[in-house]
């Protein structure tokens, strides 16, 4: 194995926005997006998770997943939520996280923000165009 | 410029992973510097050494190994993907490495730009 190879990141902090696009299972994409906020959380950055097309279905409530066999991981979005109120709260603490749904993707399939596990801000997509332009890093998946 | 480089499918399914291997080699003519190449979803599979293409068909998995032999690119696998399909230090190929996903939050903020390249 090569040797392990790190960064000076101290003192850096960048725009990620993570955009999820996909349905929560079918395909990996949701939980493997997932996966990537919640460790990216420990290096103090700012953060957008972003919900559109079918992925506004990853936060829906009440998943029930036993008749496929797949974990049902939407509860680990609860997670998501604590790190922005802790971003939130912390004063000391230079880190921006946001839960935002796309308005036109949520409205499409008959969702409103009560159907949600975790409190978003629904934005119409022009303007996410606007604050996905303003990202420094942008992940997809 | 330094590139961080996301590749997010394997070396079959999709053309991600040859576009972002074609990247990267013109990148590096061009003077730029690549930093780090992660691989993540089923991105892990382009480090599979077990991997046998035809051999009339390019074999990206070597391709990438001696692209980042030849230019100090550090290519890292995202290791909770990795080991749920099946890769791990025994079946990985020359070139590559196994770490965590902190690599790839580390190299979007140590890079200029982070170039995705997936479905």
Not at chain 1, 24 to 50: K, N, R
Not at chain 2, 31 to 49: L, S
């Amino acid at each position: 194995m090569s040797e392990e190879i790190e960064f000076d990141t101290a003192g850096i902090t960048k725009k990620f926005m993570y955009v999820n696009r996909k349905a929560p299972y079918g395909t990996i994409y949701a939980l493997e997006v997932l996966e990537a906020v919640l460790i990216s959380a420990a290096f103090e950055q700012h953060a957008c998770i972003v919900f559109i097309d079918d992925g506004v279905y990853q936060i829906k409530k009440g998943q029930d997943t036993d008749a496929v066999n797949m974990k049902n991981f939407s509860k680990t979005y609860g997670i998501i939520a604590m790190e922005k109120e802790d971003a939130d709260e912390d004063e000391d603490m230079d880190m921006v996280w946001r839960i935002i749904v796309e308005k036109e993707s949520m409205e499409a399939r008959g969702l409103s923000t009560d159907d949600f596990v975790v409190d978003v801000e629904v934005i119409e997509s022009s303007e996410l165009a606007a604050i996905m332009a303003e990202q420094e890093v942008v992940i997809s998946g | 410029m330094k590139f961080g480089i996301l590749v997010n499918e394997g070396p079959f399914t999709h053309q991600a992973s040859d576009s972002a291997y074609h990247f990267v080699k013109a990148a590096i003519e061009k003077g730029h510097q690549v930093m780090r190449v992660f691989f993540y979803y089923d991105g892990v599979n382009n480090a599979n050494k077990l991997s046998a293409p035809q051999s009339d068909d390019r074999n990206l998995v070597k391709l990438w190994g001696e692209l980042g032999a030849e230019h100090n690119v550090d290519l890292v696998v995202c290791i909770a993907a990795a080991l749920r399909r099946g890769i791990v230090e025994e079946n990985l190929a020359d070139g590559f490495r196994i770490s965590g996903l902190g690599q790839l939050t580390e190299v979007g903020i140590a890079a200029d730009r982070l170039v995705v390249f997936g479905d």
